[in-house]
């Protein structure tokens, strides 16, 4: 303990994080303790209200190893052989959660049958047999409670087809208790998405239980005031997650549809979140359907991509700029590119926020070009701890080091997870749409304090969409820094082929090609690409390195192959002639 506080002399943003986080425990410990529900009755509903079908849909193929007692969860495998799943030790905390959420139930579902219902019942019922807060505590973690529910109430006609009495009454009373359970926790959630997951759940819960019209009622009214504090106007979660927005609107959507269906009054708030998060999906949404990958987005789903953008009415471009998530997309003749120029999220919403402010993604002909690492599926956190980093994006490094820094301290880390504790305290933008194409100009003070210089970044693409040209400089006194302490970085995703001819480097997928020059030296290196459903993957990054000491910018292009590259010292005498 005597190490933790000298971690915390002089650093009061983390001390606040602490203390909060201290007492939203305690206060959660009271409010789910033995004596914490005894003012809610216990009433067990007689009969119960199914919410629609989820927007995630299952695979056959995951079932039938379900029934052999495989179950493939958080990127790892674990064979069960005859024992209850609940009854074994989970090999990661991530796997132990999505088993105890039961969003699995979906493959089971999927297949339709009377085994599958036979073979939920059993694991269902295993849960409840053996499953209580003490002996797994992690299945009583409020997030995982309102997944847990929320799946239940989902896959209830699955779990209920051709069921005993017996069952029956012991499902509808788990269910009450844990809607009582969630209830109680909802208020001292962990800030950000699993509060806002636990008071969908508690709709959902109020109208599958059928509570009564007040419980009803005051539910969505809490559910609206949590999506106005977490949903900015431009319809970019808090977070600045681009696949956070994703996990809400799947919630949201058929939440929608059973208050429809019901005839219960549709809050204001929830509809206005639809309406501002829908159009947010194409903003984020790659040439080739994928999202892009800043601060904690991974691997998309396509066809629940596909699913959610039905729902999208507004059609036509995407906006250009989300003001308050800190965005910027251009996009022009097939080519899109992404720019995160906004400020990190705060604190208490930065768990999984990357360091990778001014990075940006390019993606022409259906094909991503110019990508971030991303972040990984599995749990595993060395990968998690390199996906955060700087040097996973597309970006400018100082001397190795991060622009936003993260608590990795083992104990402060069991305690907060790891937030963003210290980062750029200024990020200024701005965009200028001219004849000849689009231009952003953006800086940040990530590296101030520790190297005396701002970064910033000028990215241009032409109305063609042929043409991206870029300028990274660095102003300022510099100090800290040694030669060749800086380093531009432009990771290429997987399916990406290189090659050299003369001074550019040409980069080709499906016959697209785009060469990329610059006025410094280009080496080519090795990476690694996280966001990919099989696991991380090799892939390759042009950097360049350069003295800050010495020169203070570096100019570069990307150029479809379709006529004459225009040289970089033309670009540049241009650029410093504005």
Not at 48 to 57: A, K
Not at 215 to 222: E, G, M, S, V, Y
Request: with cysteine.
């Amino acid at each position: 303990m005597e190490l933790v506080g000298a971690q915390l002399a002089g650093r009061p943003r983390l001390m606040r994080l602490l203390v909060s986080e201290a007492t939203r425990r305690a206060r959660h410990a009271l409010r789910t303790g033995p004596l914490g529900g005894w003012q809610f009755a216990r009433l067990v509903p007689e009969t119960l209200t199914s919410l629609p079908p989820p927007l995630h849909r299952g695979e056959p193929a995951l079932a039938a190893e379900i029934y052999g007692g495989r179950f493939r969860l958080a990127g790892l495998l674990v064979e069960t052989n005859g024992r209850s799943p609940f009854a074994l030790d989970p090999p990661s905390r991530a796997f132990a959660a999505e088993l105890h959420g039961f969003g699995w139930l979906r493959h089971l579902d999927e297949t339709g049958d009377a085994l599958a219902s036979a073979n939920a019942r059993v694991l269902v019922s295993d849960w409840i047999r053996h499953v209580a807060p003490r002996q797994r505590p992690i299945a009583y973690e409020t997030e995982v409670v309102a997944r847990r529910l929320v799946a239940w109430l989902s896959y209830s006609d699955l779990l209920l087809h051709r069921a005993d009495a017996g069952f029956r009454r012991r499902f509808l009373k788990s269910l009450a208790a844990q809607q009582r359970f969630l209830r109680q926790a909802a208020p001292e959630a962990p800030d950000g998405l699993p509060r806002l997951l636990a008071r969908v759940a508690l709709v959902a819960g109020a109208i599958g239980l059928q509570a009564g019209t007040p419980h009803i009622r005051l539910a969505t009214r809490l559910l609206a005031e949590e999506l106005d504090r977490q949903v900015f106007a431009d319809g970019v979660h808090v977070s600045r997650n681009p696949a956070t927005g994703i996990a809400i609107l799947a919630e949201l959507l058929p939440l929608a549809r059973l208050l429809e269906a019901e005839n219960q009054p549709m809050p204001k708030s929830l509809v206005n979140a639809i309406d501002r998060l829908l159009p947010m999906l194409r903003f984020f949404r790659h040439a080739d359907g994928a999202v892009a990958l800043f601060n904690g987005a991974g691997a998309s789903d396509p066809q629940l991509m596909t699913r959610l953008l039905r729902h999208d009415e507004t059609l036509g471009e995407p906006i250009s700029h989300a003001r308050q998530g800190g965005y910027q997309r251009l996009s022009a003749g097939g080519t899109v590119v992404i720019a995160d120029t906004g400020a990190p999220p705060p604190p208490a919403f930065s768990g999984e926020a990357h360091a990778g402010t001014l990075a940006f993604e390019f993606s022409a002909g259906g094909r991503r070009f110019v990508v971030n690492c991303g972040a990984p599926d599995a749990a595993d956190p060395r990968w998690r701890r390199l996906a955060r980093s700087t040097a996973a994006h597309s970006t400018l490094t100082l001397a190795d080091h991060s622009s936003s820094r993260f608590e990795t301290t083992e104990t402060i880390e069991r305690l907060l997870g790891a937030p963003l504790i210290e980062g750029p305290d200024q990020v200024l933008a701005s965009r200028e749409d001219a004849g000849e194409g689009m231009r952003i100009l953006a800086a940040h003070d990530g590296y101030a304090a520790r190297f005396g210089l701002v970064h910033e970044r000028m990215l241009f693409l032409s109305r063609r969409g042929d043409l991206i040209q870029g300028i990274d400089r660095l102003t300022g006194s510099a100090r800290g820094v040694g030669a060749g302490g800086a380093a531009l970085r432009f990771h290429l995703h997987p399916e990406i082929s290189v090659s050299r001819v003369g001074e550019a480097l040409l980069l080709s997928a499906d016959g697209e090609v785009w060469s990329f020059q610059a006025e410094a030296a280009v080496t080519l290196e090795d990476g690694m690409f996280l966001a990919d459903p099989a696991g991380p993957r090799r892939s390759l990054q042009l950097v360049i390195s350069f003295d800050p000491r010495r020169r203070q910018d570096v100019a570069w292009t990307f150029q479809r192959r379709r006529e004459a590259c225009p040289t970089v010292d033309a670009m540049v005498r241009q650029s410093r002639a504005r």
